[in-house]
């Protein structure tokens, strides 16, 4: 059995409000759906936020954050090796469309209680400024480096992982290369 529901008059939408909201609700869909995409087209052509495997790293980053006021804004760093991890540095290269690319490196990380083997961490905000970005690079690359051991029974001198940052350079431009250039 059906019922009609007669509205109290203030509570019932007039035809005119009716045939209003039809013809204003494609315009709020299209200005929300532009504000959206908006965001999405202008990422499609920003900076690309990588970072590099590193397999002969001791340890590595596996997951990072990024953000509007910091391009690194948090990462999860994995000991990768056998041994306990004690420090560890952060690095990035930014690479332009050019080739030229600018490295930047974050400040030691002390690690009192070390970081056990297959362990993984949360690495804090780098402050990586938005430069970069607004300078045009096509991608920031981030990796581990200066990876800190305690000293070996009997030594006085900590290991450390530290590469050439032109290792990291090379690795960068490649990585680039093949995952973001192409794309654009």
Same mark, same amino acid.
């Given at each position: 059995?059906?019922r009609?529901? !007669?509205?109290?008059?203030?509570?019932?939408?007039s035809a005119?409000?009716?045939?209003f909201?039809?013809?204003?609700m494609?315009?709020? #869909?299209?200005?929300?759906?532009? +504000?959206?995409?908006?965001?999405?087209f202008?990422?499609g052509?920003? /900076?690309?936020?990588?970072f590099?495997?590193?397999?002969d790293?001791?340890? *590595?980053?596996?997951?990072? /954050?990024?953000?509007?006021?910091?391009?690194?804004? +948090? *990462?999860?760093?994995?000991?990768?090796?056998?041994?306990l991890?004690?420090?560890?540095?952060?690095?990035?290269? +930014?690479?332009?469309?050019?080739?030229?690319?600018?490295?930047?490196?974050?400040l030691?990380?002390d690690?009192?209680?070390g970081? !056990?083997?297959?362990t993984t961490?949360?690495?804090p905000?780098?402050?990586?400024?938005?430069?970069?970005a607004?300078?045009?690079?096509? *991608?920031?690359?981030f990796?581990?480096?200066?990876? !800190?051991?305690?000293?070996p029974?009997?030594?006085? +001198?900590?290991?450390?992982?530290r590469? *050439?940052l032109?290792?990291?350079?090379?690795?960068?431009?490649? #990585?680039?290369?093949?995952?973001?250039?192409p794309?654009?």
């Amino acid at each position: 059995m059906n019922r009609v529901v !007669r509205l109290p008059c203030g509570t019932c939408p007039s035809a005119w409000g009716v045939k209003f909201m039809q013809k204003l609700m494609p315009v709020v #869909l299209l200005v929300v759906f532009l +504000a959206a995409s908006s965001g999405v087209f202008a990422q499609g052509q920003g /900076t690309g936020m990588l970072f590099l495997p590193q397999p002969d790293s001791p340890a *590595a980053l596996v997951e990072t /954050t990024h953000g509007n006021k910091d391009l690194l804004q +948090a *990462a999860k760093l994995q000991n990768r090796s056998s041994e306990l991890i004690v420090g560890y540095r952060i690095g990035w290269i +930014a690479v332009y469309p050019s080739g030229k690319e600018k490295v930047g490196l974050g400040l030691p990380v002390d690690l009192p209680l070390g970081v !056990r083997p297959g362990t993984t961490i949360d690495v804090p905000a780098q402050g990586v400024t938005t430069d970069y970005a607004k300078e045009g690079a096509v *991608a920031l690359i981030f990796f581990v480096t200066d990876v !800190r051991t305690p000293a070996p029974d009997g030594a006085t +001198a900590e290991g450390v992982w530290r590469p *050439a940052l032109e290792k990291f350079e090379e690795q960068a431009l490649s #990585l680039t290369k093949s995952a973001i250039l192409p794309a654009r």
